[in-house]
């Protein structure tokens, strides 16, 4: 069973720029989560998708949104590029919301 | 509103054993626990859920108190594959919100 897939998996932007990340979860798992990682703060929540709708949304500015296909994929947009943004991407599926999630390798961007 | 990890690093030698806290201030539902080594994608280790229900590997062990909001990681007989960064994650409420917000991870170091 092919595990959750994340594209591209290095990105250098600069700022002002816009960035999509893309991720193809587990085949079943309808529920998408994203996560920011940077040193020092873990995981930082973005938002959760489940069945094409929006379930959770973390504390993030209006720049970054997502969303999910009909065949469960989701994209993460970034626009506006900051150097604070600079982080890996981590998506993780699930079965569905709530339960335990199995994450992607990441999207490292770097925005200089 | 991210749990708070204790501690935020530890150091053992092969064999010995290790307690990872996981604290929140507000009513949880459910508690996961995830590893992930240097350079990889966070795995699940096991999910512990109010009511008393757990899922995970065989060799892991925990505990969660639901009164108190805490959860504990026991890491018995510690071998150099322990080796990694250990985050909680933690769901809140009724369940109905399936947010899982991560706290800030504990690096477990094993050596020979």
């Known amino acids: 069973k092919a595990g959750v897939t994340q594209t591209p998996r290095y990105l250098i932007k600069t700022r002002g720029q816009q960035v999509t990340l893309s991720c193809s979860p587990i085949?079943?798992?309808?529920?998408v989560s994203w996560y920011q990682q940077t040193p020092g703060q873990g995981l930082q929540f973005l938002f959760e998708?489940?069945?094409?709708?929006?379930?959770n949304k973390g504390n993030f500015p209006g720049r970054f949104s997502g969303r999910q296909f009909s065949n469960s994929r989701s994209e993460m947009n970034v626009s506006t590029l900051e150097l604070g943004d600079s982080a890996l991407y981590l998506c993780?599926?699930?079965?569905?919301?709530?339960?335990?999630?199995?994450f992607g390798a990441g999207t490292r961007l770097s925005v200089l | 509103q991210q749990p708070v990890q204790s501690p935020q690093a530890v150091i053992l030698r092969e064999g010995e054993d290790a307690v990872i806290n996981c604290s929140s201030s507000?009513?949880?539902?459910?508690v996961h626990w995830y590893r992930q080594k240097h350079g990889e994608a966070p795995v699940f280790l096991m999910i512990?859920?109010?009511?008393?229900e757990q899922k995970g590997h065989e060799k892991i062990s925990a505990s969660f108190n639901e009164k108190k909001q805490q959860s504990s990681l026991y890491l018995t007989a510690s071998q150099l594959s322990y080796s990694g960064t250990y985050f909680c994650?933690?769901?809140?409420?009724?369940?109905?919100?399936?947010?899982?917000?991560f706290g800030k991870g504990t690096l477990l170091t094993v050596n020979p």
């Open positions: 993780a599926s699930s079965l569905g919301p709530g339960e335990y999630k199995y």
């Open positions: 085949s079943g798992h309808r529920s």
């Open positions: 998708y489940f069945s094409e709708t929006q379930r």
């Open positions: 507000k009513a949880l539902y459910s």
């Open positions: 512990l859920l109010k009511g008393g």
């Open positions: 994650g933690t769901q809140g409420g009724s369940g109905s919100n399936y947010k899982l917000t």
